[in-house]
């Protein structure tokens, strides 16, 4: 029997997060978690989500979006916790269940030995992804107008970047890579080079994106701090789970310039693809800065773009998006 778990992810606006201890009593008592609980019979998870967090921290839910769910395998029972992200809430969380209850900055790693409930583990990587994710066209816009491009999208919230520059040679693209750093220097950005591993370690990146036809190729995870794939499909999504990457690109989803010829997904199937997968999924193709709302109530971890980065209408990324700034 498979026990379903709904989880709230408090966001503080500033990237924070909020983390509960279990109290005596409890089964695994002493592990931090994401407060939450089991769903009752006849509940909807979101009706689950604000009973609980009512129950546990005393506040309302406003707003929450679903994110990732993961299932997971305890001594004591085999769980799916679906897990949201909370962006509002009325009133001020409270211990009311006598657990200590502490913010976290996904900047910084978790204290040695901290004892998080290990089905969450791979959540904290994932809070620390930004919901835009940046796609280069040097070779089609030329190397200086694109990083005008990107100094401007840094400013206005851009922390994580994607060096696509299939026709360059790997000096070329270490080359701007250099650069890149050079002008983005104030900002914390990361630099996710496309192609192979071996090339992307070459260029000094961050991390690799993997496109589609190395993941049934590669045999385990490359060996970088940071990996993204491309996906189009169930089964590169599952590929992409297999070896472990940090996230995944899923699309097209709307029609696009890129891949004039590909069939978009469009916001449904894209949905429900992103549901089966434990991983954080973008959405790509055909996205402006308009639609990262819509991508974050579908439950994406964001947008992915490469003319969107030029067209970004918004001023900076919503900071309603970010979660409550009061807190
Ligand atoms: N609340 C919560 N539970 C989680 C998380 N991650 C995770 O694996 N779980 C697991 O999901 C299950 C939740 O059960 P629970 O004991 O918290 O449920 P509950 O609040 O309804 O407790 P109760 O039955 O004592 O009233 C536990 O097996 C717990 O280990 C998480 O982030 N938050």
């Known amino acids: 029997m498979i026990l379903p778990v709904v989880a709230g992810i408090l966001l503080n606006g500033r990237g924070g997060y909020l983390l509960a201890q279990r109290p005596p009593g409890k089964i695994m008592a002493g592990f931090w978690e994401f407060p939450g609980g089991k769903v009752e019979a006849g509940e909807t998870l979101r009706q689950a989500l604000d009973r609980e967090l009512e129950e546990e921290l005393g506040i309302r839910v406003n707003c929450a979006t679903p994110w ?4 997971f395998d305890y001594p004591h029972a085999r769980v799916v916790v ?5 962006l509002a809430w009325s009133g001020t969380p409270q211990a ?10 996904p900047e910084e790693a978790l204290p040695e030995g901290f004892a998080l409930l290990p089905a969450n583990l791979p959540l904290i990587r994932a809070l620390s992804l930004p919901p835009v994710y940046g796609l280069t066209r040097a070779h089609e816009l030329g190397e200086e107008p694109m990083l005008a491009v990107i100094d401007d999208a840094c400013r206005r919230g851009l922390r994580l970047l994607q060096v696509r520059e299939k026709f360059w040679s790997a000096v070329q693209i270490a080359c701007f890579v250099q650069k890149i750093r050079q002008r983005t220097q104030p900002w914390p950005l990361r630099i996710l080079v496309n192609g192979d591993p071996e090339l992307a370690q070459r260029t000094g990146a961050d991390g690799v994106h993997l496109p589609a036809r190395l993941l049934e190729i590669l045999k385990g995870r490359p060996d970088l701090p940071w990996v993204g794939a491309s996906c189009h499909s169930r089964t590169e999504l599952e590929q992409a789970q297999g070896l472990g990457v940090d996230f995944a690109v899923l699309g097209p989803v709307c029609p696009t310039q890129t891949h004039p010829a590909a069939h978009p997904l469009g916001w449904p199937e894209f949905t429900a693809l992103r549901h089966e997968s434990p991983l954080p999924v973008y959405a790509l193709g055909g996205l402006t800065g308009l639609a990262l709302n819509q991508a974050i109530q579908q439950g994406a971890q964001g947008i992915a773009v490469m003319r969107g980065l030029e067209d970004w209408a918004e001023e900076k990324i919503p900071s309603h998006l970010c979660g409550q700034e009061s807190v």
């Open 68 to 71: 990732m769910s993961r299932q």
């Open 82 to 86: 679906s897990f949201f992200r909370v």
């Open 96 to 105: 009311c269940e006598f657990q200590k209850l502490s913010w976290f900055d």
